[in-house]
């Protein structure tokens, strides 16, 4: 089992800046993929960004360029640096974890972007 805790969420305006983390514990030596997704409301959960064991990264292209996924491997945690927040960029963000037949979740951090 792996347990997945996000944090960092809040409010920022148009135009600013969030970074979320989020911190894996548990068997993380079975994961290879670790990522971000969204859900914003009456939405569908849409990928954001992951990264692979090899810290390959793959964007959405509404984010590429205006959001960074990152690891920390000793600290067992990924993070998401979020710039140029847009109000559609409002939405919870989940952070997903994939290895060896599995799919873990945490449990949401909301962000809310507004004037």
């Known amino acids: 089992q792996v347990q997945l805790v996000e944090s960092g969420g809040g409010s920022a305006q148009p135009g600013g800046s969030l970074r979320l983390s989020c911190l894996a514990s548990g068997s993380t030596f079975s994961i290879h993929t670790l990522g971000w997704y969204r859900q914003a409301p009456e939405k569908q959960r849409e990928l954001v960004a992951i990264i692979t064991s090899r810290d390959i990264t793959t964007y959405a292209e509404s984010m590429r360029g205006r959001f960074t996924i990152s690891r920390d491997k000793i600290k067992r945690t990924l993070y998401l640096q979020m710039d140029g927040l847009k109000p559609e960029d409002t939405a919870v963000y989940f952070c997903?974890?994939?290895?060896?037949?599995?799919?873990?979740w945490g449990q949401g951090t909301q962000v809310t972007v507004s004037s």
């Open positions: 997903n974890a994939r290895g060896q037949g599995n799919e873990y």
